[in-house]
Structures are given as C-alpha cells and as structure tokens.
C-alpha cells in the first residue's frame, strides 16, 4: 500500500469486492511526521488489488497536516470521514456513493480539533469527538443539525471519543468509546440524549487520567481482582505505536513500576501514553501524561 498511502485508520466494505480505506500520505522529499500528511480516501472495486485515492480531485480543497481516521456510511450513498489534525477539525462528506467527496471544516465557537470519531444517525444530525487540540488536553465534542454545514460545542455527549455505532431503522440506540462507555438513546421528543456507562471493573479504570513527573520511573496503580492470577501492562504512545509490555505481575500488586524507557531501552519523551492491564479475563485501559 505504500504507492497509495503512508498509515491507514479505518476502512469500509459493502461486499468482499468493494471498499475504502482512510489514512494519509506525506510527500517522500518531506520530513516523515504527521504535519505534513495529507488524507487520502482510497475506494477498491477488485478486493485490494489496485486502488484509486477519490479525493484527487478536490487536492486543492485539503489542508497540511490531515489524516484520514474513521469511516462511516448510513446508506449506499452517504458517507463521512473524521479528519485528524493537530490544531483543526474537519470532515469529509460524499453524497454520491464515494465517488467524490466534499471537505466541511468543524466550526462550533470552541474551535474543535484533533478528531477521530465521527458518527452520523441519518444525513443531517452528527457528533464528532477526539482529543480537542495538539496538546491532547480538552478532550472535545461537537455536534450539527445539518450535515456538517453547522457545528456546536456538545461536549455533554462524552470526551474523547474514538469510535460511534448506532442501531435500528431509524436510529433509536447507540454507543461511543472514549473516557468511558457512552449510550445514545432516542426519545419521543426527537432530542438525543446521552449518558456515560461507569464500568464494573476496578482493574484499571479508563476515566482516571494519571499526570506524573518525568523522574527516574514512575509507579502505575492497579488492582487485579485475583491475586492468584499475574497480570500484564501494555502500553502505547498515543498513535497506537507499542512502547513496552511489563509481564508476570504479580497479583497482589498496588503499583506497577515502569522506569520509562521503551522495549529498545530509549528514554521516552513526555506526552501521551495509553495503558492496558490486562489480569486473567479483565481488561482495563487507562491515559497517562508525562509531563
């Protein structure tokens, strides 16, 4: 796929034959960082074998420094693209099957930028969610009446939220993943309404964001439920990148010590890093900034 594109996110298919990918390309005489990408949408009709980019023809409507991150189609004809980029949010919008596409720039008051997800109940009414801005702080949410034309701030809806599914013809229920679990439910006065699921699990929960310190090595509080059972830590930089696993913890463990360094044994820098304990079948993810 290198010929097409230089990360890929998300893809869609309507049949084992016909699809699309997002993700982004940068110029090859151009630093290799994600400020100089720009999105690609890449459609297939031979199951992979060749693969055409169907937003070529709008390359002067995009924006430096953009990436494809989710796909979404509510019907055979109407789809939409989040759009991640550091300091701007933007979707993209086809009415035509995803034969040609139409960038809609996110333009609620609080400015919302850094997206992933996107999430759309019928043609005019949708939410996206992300991160909020390049410093990964506020975590936003907006929403429009009318196709991605207008936006809103609607962070009540949740924060940082990654990925939408919905259900039912129309949409009468719905879920997103972000901080936590959150579940859209219709209601007879045709208001969406939204509320955040606490989880059950107390291995590591996803809505603490721990701040440290970049010392010699932190220590990572956790609880497995059996302290028979040794206990796993993954963890990421914030694309998804693998920094370190920490195996054979034991089970009795409050704190997992990480000395910072990654699986090469470089120091890691300060940012966003997302860790997942994983203790005999519970899971629990949770962010963590170094400072």
Not at 101 to 127: C, H, K, S, T, Y
Not at 262 to 279: A, E, K, N
Request: charged share 25%.
């Amino acid at each position: 796929m290198e010929a097409w594109a230089d990360m890929l996110i998300d893809c869609f298919f309507t049949d084992e034959s016909t699809g699309w990918v997002v993700g982004g390309k940068i110029d090859p005489n151009e630093p290799q960082v994600r400020d100089n990408s720009f999105p690609v949408v890449l459609k297939t009709n031979d199951g992979g074998a060749t693969w055409e980019n169907k937003l070529a023809s709008i390359a002067d409507d995009l924006v430096k420094g953009e990436w494809g991150w989710k796909i979404q189609f509510i019907n055979e004809q109407v789809g939409f693209v989040s759009l991640e980029a550091f300091d701007v949010g933007a979707i993209l919008k086809t009415t035509d099957g995803g034969e040609n596409w139409e960038r809609l720039p996110i333009n609620d008051p609080q400015r919302n930028a850094n997206l992933e997800g996107v999430g759309f109940i019928d043609e005019n009414v949708g939410w996206v969610g992300g991160w909020g801005d390049r410093e990964f702080e506020r975590q936003s949410s907006s929403a429009t009446p009318d196709g991605g034309k207008t936006w809103r701030d609607a962070n009540e809806i949740g924060r940082a939220i990654n990925r939408f599914r919905f259900f039912g013809t129309p949409v009468t229920v719905g879920y997103s993943s972000g901080v936590t679990v959150y579940k859209y439910e219709a209601s007879d006065t045709s208001r969406s309404s939204a509320r955040a699921f606490a989880s059950s699990r107390h291995v590591m929960p996803a809505s603490v964001l721990t701040r440290a310190s970049q010392g010699e090595s932190i220590h990572i509080p956790v609880t497995c439920p059996d302290p028979n059972q040794t206990a796993t830590l993954r963890i990421w930089d914030r694309f998804g990148e693998e920094i370190i696993t920490i195996e054979n913890i034991a089970g009795d463990s409050t704190t997992v010590e990480w000395n910072l360094e990654d699986r090469h044994g470089s120091r890691v820098r300060p940012g966003y890093f997302i860790l997942r304990l994983t203790c005999g079948d519970q899971s629990e993810s949770s962010l963590l900034k170094l400072n």
